[in-house]
C-alpha cells in the first residue's frame, strides 16, 4: 500500500522560508515523477512545482519560479520543497502525489491533470501571516 506523508508546515512570517517534505511508503519515489499541490481556503487547487525521475526535470509554477525549489533525497525516499521569500498568497495546504510513473504527466502542463496522480498525502499547512 503507497503511503505519502508531508511534513514541515507551519506559521511563518512573510519574507520567511519553510521546507515541506514529502516522504514514501510502499513506493520508491525515485522511481516515480512527484509534484507538490496546494489549495487554499475557497480556492481552487493549484500546482505548485512537479519533478519527474527519469531525467530530473523539474516545472513550477509562474507564482512560486525564482522562490521555490523541489529536490530529491533517495537515500531517504524523499523529496523536498524548499520555499522562501514567502507571502501571505502562500497559506494554503500543500499536498504531495505521485502519478506512480517516471515523467510529470504531460511535461509543461503537468498541473492541468491532476486526476492522473494515483497517489496523494494528507497535506501539511503552510500559513504566511505577521
Known amino acids: 500500500q503507497v503511503q505519502l506523508v508531508e511534513s514541515g508546515g507551519g506559521l511563518v512570517q512573510p519574507g520567511g522560508s519553510l521546507r515541506l517534505s514529502c516522504a514514501a511508503s510502499g513506493f520508491i519515489l525515485s522511481y516515480g515523477a512527484v509534484a507538490w499541490f496546494r489549495q487554499a481556503p475557497g480556492k481552487e487547487r493549484e500546482g505548485v512545482s512537479c519533478i519527474s525521475s527519469s531525467d530530473g526535470r523539474t516545472y513550477y509554477s509562474d507564482s512560486v519560479k525564482g522562490r521555490f525549489t523541489v529536490s530529491r533525497d533517495n537515500a531517504k525516499n524523499t523529496v523536498s520543497l524548499e520555499m522562501n521569500t514567502l507571502e501571505p498568497e502562500d497559506t494554503a495546504v500543500y499536498f504531495c502525489?505521485?502519478?506512480?510513473?517516471?515523467?510529470?504527466?504531460?511535461?509543461?502542463?503537468?498541473?492541468?491533470?491532476?486526476?492522473?496522480?494515483?497517489?496523494w498525502g494528507q497535506g501539511t499547512q503552510v500559513t504566511v501571516s505577521s
Open positions: 502525489a505521485t502519478p506512480g510513473l517516471a515523467q510529470c504527466p504531460h511535461g509543461i502542463y503537468w498541473d492541468k491533470y491532476p486526476d492522473e496522480y494515483d497517489y
